[in-house]
């Protein structure tokens, strides 16, 4: 096993930011898509040619969480 | 590539006793896309079907009525029938086969309802079999109530106790009590209530005479009849099926054709003596038509061409080498692009397996990936959208083998060599030695993955742009200077990046001493973070032409462009992501497999591991690389260029699958 490293309560803030910043921004993301999701089922059920443009749109909010993770990986990497 | 294919309008034009000739020829061709004639005047009307349309119609009506009496909808022909066997036979058989299905399937229909009818009345009296009371005496009271139904519980000791005088038959049955019970009118509300709390179920009788033993065994009896009947008309039907199922299903396609082609007058100018058809075909193949109707309608029909004007919008038939037009499939879902914008398909065919490959980027499910496929299009060939996305599936399985196996130097989500970082990491050394050494450790070098995420978000960006300069330069060119403009801005921010970045990564470092080396590196400090100058400038001058050729509200989009620069890093994210699910699998498992040195635990345990992890992390993380990869392409890139809009190539033709013409 990896030796452990006594770690300071500045170091342990920024990780737990860290997580909070994921988990955070994910939950955006799921309240967003949960609307977007089910109008783009119902368009797609009416017309399946709508189904490109439902994805599209219901990928959009997922840039949300990767605007987490890209701030939770420069907190680790600060810390 | 990157056009579609070149369109030439043509006019057909000719005597109208040359129509029929010339609607032949052009299904038989295949080439023309038709415009259907929408404005009528004195002289040009819409035509009339050929005179073969009504009674053609009809037959194929009754045809498809005896495809569904026969249920011979999904009936696969073993061979082709002629045509002119079709033309010979189909008046005669018709008349025969109608007879006989319709009437067969009608009988079919009756006797399966009475055999139902007669079911439940059996199904009703059952409970009630071992009464020795004729069905007459269950109604026709003035002072009694009768109730007959089942209960949970033997309700008689309540009833003895409860009410003063009554009739009751019981019959215990496995699971619960058949109960008659004919009580006076005037305690029939007690009777209710006492038979409820033994949980009362009522059994409607049917209205029938005798005994219901006799009555069973006698509805016994004509269901059987009814039955071999049932049976008789069954297999008659059956050997209709087999010698004329094949003639039927050729039949219908064979009229359906026809139909087709004689309800084409229906789309078209006519006139007194003559008519105009109107459409596109491809250039590549104008002088075939010409050369058609020559021999075939001798002199009687001629075709004008024109090349597309600007402000035609002539169909779209999208044109790329065999290799790329799978990825034709991702272009369907959203849009056909318009005839004057570009047709990204060539784009897809790089960028969706690279980005793919890289947040796979496993040798393992990369190489599970091609099966998949393989087995899609094994499977599934016969529909055309499933052989494309086999095809795709291909594609990007075999770049995330190839990811996996020399940038990554992994599979099934263990690293071939433990990471330097951390050498007691599990790895394929207990296995085998493989000689490649990983360029990049998806869970310790993630800033590099992050840089490099950036560096293919702004080429892709740049290229979606440029393609959006191209797309505008022609009809609007102000249009094209603001895209010109965004690539600035695009630009500035990119750079500005790739300074704050630094030498904190070897993407980055390298991008600064070459592509970006011209750019003057001075810099001021804002909040504690170095701003280029020179990013800066490229970003004012994009921000200043903005508001100038797309207007004020464009200024709010600039952000927009971080955005979608940052929105790449999906790609490290997801490699990372999926990188930490297989190594938590594999932290649980593969000491316990790999090293305990038992054959049997090895292969029980390499099956188990393979299936949780063929579930979780195969499954799982692939879909949602190939969403993130294909939403890249739609919303980061396709908006910087994309209208769509643009109309199908469909000329008029047909496909015949189960009849054949000879000569």
């Keep these: 096993m990896r030796r452990r490293k006594r770690m300071d309560t500045g170091t342990g803030l920024a990780l737990i930011a860290a997580g909070v910043a994921v988990g955070i921004a994910a939950l955006g993301t799921g309240v967003a898509q949960a609307q977007i999701g089910a109008a783009a089922v119902g368009a797609t059920a009416e017309n399946p040619k709508m189904f490109g443009k439902g994805l599209a749109l219901m990928v959009l909010p997922e840039t949300l969480v990767i605007f987490g993770f890209v701030i939770a990986i420069m907190l680790i990497g600060k810390a | ?663």
């Design chain 2, 1 to 663: 590539m990157l056009r579609p294919e070149e369109m030439t309008r043509a006019v057909v034009v000719g005597s109208i006793d040359s129509l029929d000739v010339t609607i032949e020829c052009l299904y038989e061709l295949g080439i023309l896309h038709l415009i259907d004639f929408t404005e009528q005047d004195e002289e040009f009307k819409l035509g009339q079907p050929l005179g073969r349309a009504s009674g053609t119609s009809q037959k194929l009506l009754k045809l498809r009525a005896m495809i569904r009496s026969l249920e011979i909808e999904s009936h696969k022909p073993a061979g082709r029938v002629d045509v002119k066997e079709i033309q010979a036979k189909i008046e005669q058989a018709i008349v025969t086969l109608d007879m006989n299905t319709s009437a067969k399937a009608e009988s079919r229909q009756k006797i399966q309802s009475l055999i139902r009818e007669k079911e439940s009345e059996i199904k009703a009296l059952e409970p009630f079999r071992m009464f020795i009371i004729p069905m007459e005496d269950y109604e026709g009271y003035d002072s009694i109530s009768v109730f007959t139904g089942v209960c949970k519980t033997d309700p008689e000791p309540a009833l003895r106790s409860r009410l003063h005088d009554y009739e009751l038959e019981v019959n215990a049955r496995k699971t619960d009590f058949a109960v008659a019970l004919f009580a006076r009118s005037e305690e029939r509300f007690e009777a209710g209530r006492i038979l409820a709390e033994h949980g009362f179920q009522e059994i409607k009788l049917p209205r029938l005479n005798g005994y219901p033993a006799e009555i069973i065994s006698k509805h016994r009896v004509v269901i059987d009849d009814l039955e071999k009947d049932l049976k008789r008309i069954e297999a008659d039907l059956e050997s209709i099926r087999k010698h004329f199922a094949d003639f039927i299903v050729a039949s219908e396609e064979h009229l359906a054709i026809e139909v087709l082609k004689a309800e084409t007058p229906l789309r078209i100018a006519v006139s007194a003596n003559s008519f105009v058809i109107d459409g596109w075909m491809p250039t590549a193949r104008a002088g075939e038509l010409q050369t058609a109707l020559d021999s075939l309608c001798c002199g009687l029909a001629f075709v004008e061409t024109l090349p597309a004007e600007k402000h035609d919008e002539p169909p779209v038939k999208l044109k790329n080498p065999k290799p790329v037009r799978p990825f034709e499939f991702f272009i369907d879902l959203v849009s056909t692009p318009k005839y004057n914008e570009i047709d990204p398909t060539v784009v897809l065919f790089i960028t969706f397996p690279l980005f793919l490959g890289f947040m796979v980027g496993d040798l393992g499910f990369g190489a599970s990936l091609v099966a998949l496929g393989i087995f899609i299009r094994a499977k599934f060939g016969g529909s055309p959208d499933a052989r494309k996305l086999g095809a795709i599936i291909v594609a990007a399985g075999l770049m995330a083998s190839l990811f996996g196996l020399f940038v990554f130097a992994e599979a099934f989500g263990v690293p071939f060599h433990p990471p330097e970082e951390s050498l007691d990491e599990h790895s394929w050394e207990a296995v085998a030695d493989i000689p490649i050494h990983p360029m990049l450790e998806k869970m310790h070098d993630v800033t590099e993955m992050l840089a490099l995420s950036l560096l293919a978000g702004w080429l892709h960006l740049m290229l979606g742009y440029i393609l959006g300069i191209v797309n505008t330069y022609r009809h609007n060119i102000k249009h094209a200077i603001a895209k010109v403009a965004w690539l600035l801005v695009l630009f500035g921010l990119f750079a500005e990046v790739m300074l704050v970045a630094g030498d904190a990564t070897l993407t980055s470092e390298t991008i600064n001493s070459t592509i970006l080396s011209p750019i003057p590196t001075a810099s001021l400090e804002i909040v504690g973070i170095a701003v280029s100058y020179a990013a800066l400038v490229f970003i004012v001058v994009g921000v200043v032409i903005l508001p100038v050729t797309e207007g004020p509200l464009a200024l709010t989009e600039v952000a927009g462009v971080l955005t979608n620069l940052v929105s790449y890093t999906r790609l490290a994210a997801l490699a990372v992501g999926k990188g930490g699910m297989a190594m938590a699998f594999n932290t649980m498992f593969f000491p316990l497999i790999f090293e305990s040195g038992n054959i049997l635990l090895i292969i029980v345990g390499a099956l188990f591991l393979f299936i949780t992890q063929a579930f979780f992390v195969f499954f799982i993380g692939s879909l949602s690389a190939g969403i993130q990869a294909i939403r890249l392409n739609y919303v980061e890139f396709f908006l910087k260029f994309f209208e769509g809009g643009g109309t199908d190539f469909s000329p008029l033709k047909y496909e015949r699958k189960h009849s054949v013409v000879t000569k």
